[in-house]
Nanobody
């Protein structure tokens, strides 16, 4: 099993920055990719960014490209999402996901592990 513990998030004004963290433990050898998803009220969960477990490849949704950066501390098995130039439409609960199949990181599978979620609120 893989356990994911998230930290960070909170309330920030538009144009501000926040950093989210996601620490992985357990059977981390089974992880292919780590990703961030978000879910706004009344909307479906959407892909935000992902990084290969090695940290060598990153992926971004068009809506966050140039504003968000995903990174990984390989020694700590922790993934970060640095968010800059935040907009009110970035308001959502953010979840980290450990992809445990070779599927594309934006694809959700039954084998994925999820963090507990953290709320990011961007005020206008």
């Amino acid at each position: 099993q893989v356990q994911l513990v998230q930290s960070g998030g909170g309330l920030v004004q538009a144009g501000g920055s926040l950093r989210l963290s996601c620490a992985a433990s357990g059977r981390t050898s089974s992880i292919y990719t780590m990703a961030w998803f978000r879910q706004a009220p009344g909307k479906e969960r959407e892909f935000v960014a992902a990084i290969s477990w090695s940290g060598s490849t990153t992926y971004y949704a068009d809506s966050v490209k140039g504003r968000f950066t995903i990174s990984k501390d390989n020694a700590e098995n922790t993934v970060y999402l640095q968010m800059h130039s935040l907009k009110p439409e970035d308001t959502a609960v953010y979840y980290c996901k450990a992809g445990r199949t070779a599927a594309q990181p934006l694809v959700i599978t039954a084998l994925d592990a999820w963090g507990q979620g953290t709320l990011v609120t961007v005020s206008s």
